[in-house]
């Protein structure tokens, strides 16, 4: 049996390297190597997949949190209301804009964040809520714009997760003030190394923010505000120049994958299945799904080939970078019992139904012992 990893980002890449490598030739041979016709035209092409009209590209996905936060004014002093479970770049992005991250739990049945206890931590020192739209799936918008209007805060999305995906025909970017995307390769859309994205309707956001990942200035040599140096690389562009025009593709491979996992995995009763809000179109990032002794049946995996993994097995609360919050076990619960539990399964377009057959006899085999 040949082992099966989490993601394979060689077989996606065989799939684009000659544009790749063409691409670059091109670069070289001009010598343009920041911002540049490139990154321009990946602005506008991703601008117009996701149908909001401005795009700007930064350093990285972080970044693109950090920059879309201080582009709209917030700071310190300022409360940003996140999820619990997340990647920890959401809430770390809230503390280099100088502000403070607010932890929310999450519904335990989608992962994503719960709009009633969200409400609960809304006070008054709170500017903004971000939702975090995990695994491929959006959070509950129309709600939590309600929620954010109610409240007189912003909304903003980490869109990381979710190259493409849907919720009611529209996706990220078109709900909040403005959307982070993130280019980490392993995501649906991802470079060869590091890039992020801004996307927003907000015509003057989308103007704070080029000035703020090019030191601060719109016109060079003279700089108003305090920005920072955070492209989007010219050579990670032509990557995402070669990839867009095939994520759609590889999306559909991905919901196919998806499919066939929730068929292979159906009458395994104690293996819980990822669940879909029903207004959602997700474009899994990831497969996760709950086992009881969740860390042996990794460990068996593991041992048997699997490249299964876990997202995430620390709950940003409970982490050490954020002990100062004063947070303790109990405080988020559900994301806490999630954390215990979950697992993720491989999964990457090119997957083969005989590699997830081979993945679901060895989980199998795993819950069995
Ligand atoms: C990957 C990711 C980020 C950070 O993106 P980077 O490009 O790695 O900085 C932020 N939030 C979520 C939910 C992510 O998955």
């Not at 601008?47 to 972080?62: P, W």
């Not at 999305?157 to 493409?164: L, P, R």
């Not at 529209?170 to 649906?188: D, E, H, L, Q, T």
């Amino acid at each position: 049996m040949t082992s099966i990893p989490l993601v394979d980002l060689r077989a996606q890449h065989g799939q684009v390297s000659e544009r790749v490598r063409a691409g670059i030739e091109d670069v070289l041979r001009r010598g343009s190597f920041i911002l540049g016709e490139e990154v321009a035209a990946f602005e506008a092409a991703f601008a117009k997949y996701t149908g909001v009209r401005h795009c700007v590209g930064v350093g990285s996905g972080t970044d693109a949190i950090e920059l879309m936060l201080r582009a709209a004014g917030i700071g310190s002093g300022d409360e940003v209301i996140v999820p619990a479970n997340s990647f920890i770049a959401t809430a770390l992005a809230v503390v280099r804009a100088g502000a403070t991250p607010v932890f929310a739990d999450v519904e335990a049945r989608y992962y994503l964040v719960d709009s009633e206890r969200l409400a609960t931590r809304i006070g008054a020192r709170t500017r903004a809520i971000i939702a975090v739209h995990l695994f491929g799936q959006m959070a509950p918008m129309s709600t939590l714009d309600a929620l954010a209007r109610e409240a007189g805060v912003l909304l903003f999305e980490d869109a990381a997760q979710a190259h493409g995906a849907r919720q009611v025909g529209a996706g990220p970017g078109r709900f909040g003030v403005a959307a982070a995307s993130s280019f980490y390769p392993s995501k649906n859309l991802g470079a060869c190394g590091d890039g992020g994205a801004v996307l927003t309707n907000d015509g003057d956001l989308a103007q704070r923010v080029r000035a703020l990942r090019n030191y601060g200035s719109e016109r060079k040599y003279h700089h108003p505000i305090l920005g920072f140096n955070s492209r989007l690389d010219t050579m990670q562009a032509v990557v995402l120049n070669a990839k867009l025009p095939l994520l759609d593709e590889w999306n559909a491979a991905r919901r196919q994958a998806a499919a066939r996992y929730d068929r292979l995995l159906e009458r395994m009763p104690n293996v819980v299945r990822p669940a879909v809000r029903p207004e959602n179109e997700p474009v899994w990032h990831l497969y996760v799904v709950r086992v009881p002794q969740r860390d042996l049946v990794l460990e068996r995996l593991t041992a048997a080939g699997i490249g299964a993994g876990v997202h995430y097995p620390v709950p940003i609360h409970l982490q050490g970078a954020f002990r100062d919050r004063g947070h303790g076990v109990g405080d988020f619960p559900v994301t806490e019992r999630a954390a215990a539990e979950i697992l993720s399964l491989p999964l990457f377009p090119e997957i083969t139904l005989a590699q997830q057959e081979q993945v679901a006899a060895e989980l199998a085999r795993a819950l069995a012992r």
